[in-house]
Nanobody
Framework: QVQLVESGGGTVQAGGSLRLSCAAS????????MGWFRQAPGKEREYVAA???????NYADSVKGRFTISRDNGKNTLYLQMSSLRPDDSAVYYC??????????????WGQGTQVTVSS
């Protein structure tokens, strides 16, 4: 069993930056692909980015060039650096364990989410 806890959300003006973190409760983090998803009100949860245990990354087209996913295996922590934020980036952001490229992991491991609001 693993717990995921996101932090770092908040309200920012368009064009601004935020960094999200996701702390995992045990070392299973280190051998798994990790990912970020987001869900805006009235919309389905959508894939944002993923990173393998060795640092290979993949991004949704909507965030490519603006967001950077990274991880610190020594700290069991996943990050999402978000820059050039736009109002349509506003959503609850979730981290996910065992993410596939573009799809969530099969184990159903999600954090509780952190709200990101981008004002115009």
């Amino acid at each position: 069993q693993v717990q995921l806890v996101e932090s770092g959300g908040g309200t920012v003006q368009a064009g601004g930056s935020l960094r999200l973190s996701c702390a995992a409760s045990n070392n299973i983090f280190r051998v798994n692909v990790m990912g970020w998803f987001r869900q805006a009100p009235g919309k389905e949860r959508e894939y944002v980015a993923a990173i393998t245990s060795t640092g290979d990354t993949n991004y949704a087209d909507s965030v490519k060039g603006r967001f950077t996913i990274s991880r610190d295996n020594g700290k069991n922590t996943l990050y999402l650096q978000m820059s050039s934020l736009r109002p349509d980036d506003s959503a609850v952001y979730y981290c996910n364990l065992g993410t596939g490229w573009g799809s969530p992991g099969p184990g159903g491991y999600w954090g509780q989410g952190t709200q990101v609001t981008v004002s115009s």
